[in-house]
């Protein structure tokens, strides 16, 4: 299996593919195109500024790859953010657009900025990314932006306000926390997607 770690050029990316070989899968980091069209199974990653990450995608023209990839995708953090319409992020930024609802920043209130550490999710469709994994599971966040709730939620956290925790629409998933921070489950949540 093709197993295809998209460079971001993000801190997190040696992290991702460790925790996936600990699965007993064989991943490439890459943004060759050809490479990344090829691919049976696509991560994003991401960790820093949206703007610094959609510069990098628009340099290496994967935005339209991105958008018309078929295998099923899974953005991680801000790669879940990237497949919105847009994000209010420094003077607001066109994302990829796959799903047509803009990222806004978290109204945590007196909490502080970034949400960071484990937080809770609540499943809110039965999906197979959370296969074996119960409603109330805890996982590792790091963020200030988020999701709302929407149409495409599949689970939710609270931190002062509800967001979306993870989302999907057709071959596109996203998770706002971290997998490879968030010890088994987020190992388990992993190996469903690499199963699918």
């Known amino acids: 299996m ?18 996936i070989k600990k699965l007993g899968y064989h991943p490439i980091i890459s943004s060759d195109v050809n490479i990344i069209s090829h691919a049976d199974k696509l991560l994003i990653p991401g960790v820093g ?16 790859v991105i958008k018309n990839i078929s295998c099923p995708t899974l953005g ?7 497949l919105s319409s847009f994000s209010s992020e420094s003077h607001g930024v066109k994302m990829i657009g796959i799903i047509d ?12 900025l970034p949400h960071t550490g484990w937080n809770q999710i609540t499943i809110t469709k039965s999906n197979p990314l ?8 805890w996982f590792y966040f790091i ?17 002062n306000v509800y967001f979306s925790s993870a989302i999907q629409k057709n071959n596109f998933f996203g998770v706002q926390f971290h997998p490879e921070k968030s010890g ?9 997607f690499l199963e699918m």
């Open 2 to 19: 093709n197993i295809v770690i998209l460079d971001t050029n993000c801190s997190n990316l040696l992290s991702v593919k460790l925790s």
């Open 49 to 64: 500024s949206a703007s610094e990450i959609i510069t990098q995608l628009s340099k290496k023209k994967l935005i339209n």
């Open 76 to 82: 991680i953090c801000l790669g879940m953010q990237l």
């Open 101 to 112: 609802v803009p990222v806004q920043l978290l109204d945590s209130k007196e909490l502080p």
């Open 130 to 137: 959370f296969k074996d994994i119960n409603s109330g599971s």
């Open 143 to 159: 963020h200030s932006y988020a999701f709302p709730i929407n149409e495409y939620t599949i689970a939710n956290s609270f931190y």
């Open 184 to 192: 088994l489950l987020g190992s388990k949540l992993l190996l469903n």
